[in-house]
Every structure is written in C-alpha cells, then in structure tokens.
C-alpha cells in the first residue's frame, strides 16, 4: 500500500509539474476601447524610476495587526519592479502628512472583515497627485490559517492588489470570471500567478506546490514578468534623445 501510494504521489507530480499551461483559462475579450499594444495599461509611474521612491502608507482601520514579513515581501517586490527603494511606514487613520513630490505614495488599508472579498485595488486623485491604495480584508486570511501560513496569506493578497495598481494582466492573457460582465476585473489566465483568481483549478494547482514544494505565489508569472519588461525598454527608448 505505502508503495502504491507513493506511486500515486508521482504520478500526481508529474501531472502537476507541467500542466500549469493546460489549467489556464481561456483569454476573453477585453472591455471596449481597452488599448491592446505596448506599454498597454501598464503603471509608468510604479514600474520605472519616476522618482526617488516608493512608500506603502500602513493604515489599521480594524483586525488583527498588519504581517510585517507580507509588508517586507511587498515592499521587495515593489523596489525590484519600480527600480528604486520602497519602503513602508505606519500612519493613524486620519493623521495628515504632507506629499512629497520625490515619492510615490501607496495607502495600504487594513479593513478587518469589510469586503466581500480579500483584497481592492484602485488610485485617487489627490492634490493634484495620484495616489494609489490597496484595501486588506485581513480578518478573511484566518479562516484559511491551517492551509498556509498568515505571512504567506496576506502576502498573496498584496502581491495580488499591487498587480492591479501596476496595471496587469494585459489582454493577451487576461479573462474576466464573469464575462460578458466585465465586474470584478480582469484577471491573469496563468494558475501560477498571484493574479489568478481562487478558482478551483487554481487552488489545486497551488494546494499541491504548497503541500509538496512549499512554493508559494511570491511574484507574478512568467507572462507578467515579460510585459512588465517588454514595456519597460520602450519607456527607456523613448526616453533616450534622439540620435543615440
């Protein structure tokens, strides 16, 4: 029996190993008047040097107490994309503080339990700067404590709700779960990707890396990764004066 089952646990590895492909959703079609070329919607101001840095404003609205290590992981994340540092610091909800104009400034919101879901994602207009914000629906996390760690949770779910600010998945390879309806937004086709939804052939896919390889979701699939690249050389080729 232990051989048998040992057996099993191969053969479900191997199938698990390469399938990532063969679980992706199928690509839908974009919202109209969605721009479909380089740099597509990409975040110019979050994925190259627009500035000195970048800083994750922490608010605790409700719940448990922000993860630091998720925030660190973020925060890692962030400064490797934007190419230069990031960092995060903690503010009472309500307490001023001035812009500068040297920073990119992202709001993280700590809610508790308020959403219908883990995580949003969306930018303001403010003083005349855009700043960006991600709503943490924290409390959800615990209910799924015994599958994974908090860290890794929250974790996920920043590196999601940053993914929407950045501007990802593009079109070539995003789908929205409730299409025709374009609500809930779009989404990455690529199981292996924090932009996945938790849909159920997803959740498979990671419940078995989790289980067997202790690989969690922290950084954006191969996809991702390439249009995030691709359209950081044309900002740097435009940028360049003409001639060189």
């Keep these: 029996m232990p051989v048998r089952a040992a057996w099993i646990g191969i053969g479900v590895g191997l199938l698990f190993s390469g399938c990532a492909a063969s679980l992706k959703e199928v690509v839908t079609p974009a919202r109209p008047g ?12 979050l994925l190259t040097p627009a500035n000195e840095r970048i800083e994750f404003v ?61 995580g949003l994602a ?38 999601h709700e940053y993914g929407h600010l950045l501007g990802l998945p593009v079109p070539h390879y995003g789908y929205y779960p409730k299409y025709p309806s374009f609500s809930g937004g779009m989404h990455c086709v690529s199981p292996d990707c924090p932009l996945s939804r938790p849909r159920p052939k997803a959740v498979l896919y990671n419940a078995f890396w989790i289980a067997f390889g202790h690989h969690y979701l922290v950084d954006y699939c191969a996809d991702c990764r390439e249009a995030i690249a691709q359209a950081q050389a044309l900002w740097k080729s435009a940028a360049k004066p003409a001639g060189e």
């Design 34 to 45: 969605t721009p479909t070329e380089l740099p597509w919607r990409l975040n110019r101001e």
């Design 58 to 118: 922490v608010e605790q609205l409700a719940g448990h107490a922000p993860n630091r290590q998720a925030l660190n992981d973020l925060v890692e994340l962030a400064s490797r994309y934007g190419g230069r540092p990031a960092s995060w610091v903690t503010r009472r909800q309500g307490e001023p503080f001035k812009l500068d104009p040297n920073v990119s400034y992202v709001i993280v919101r700590y809610v508790g339990h308020q959403l219908p879901s883990f």
């Design 122 to 159: 969306y930018n303001r207009q403010v003083q005349g700067r855009t700043l960006y914000f991600l709503i943490i629906n924290q409390e959800v996390h615990r209910n799924f404590k015994v599958l994974m760690p908090i860290r890794r949770l929250e974790q996920q779910t920043l590196i």
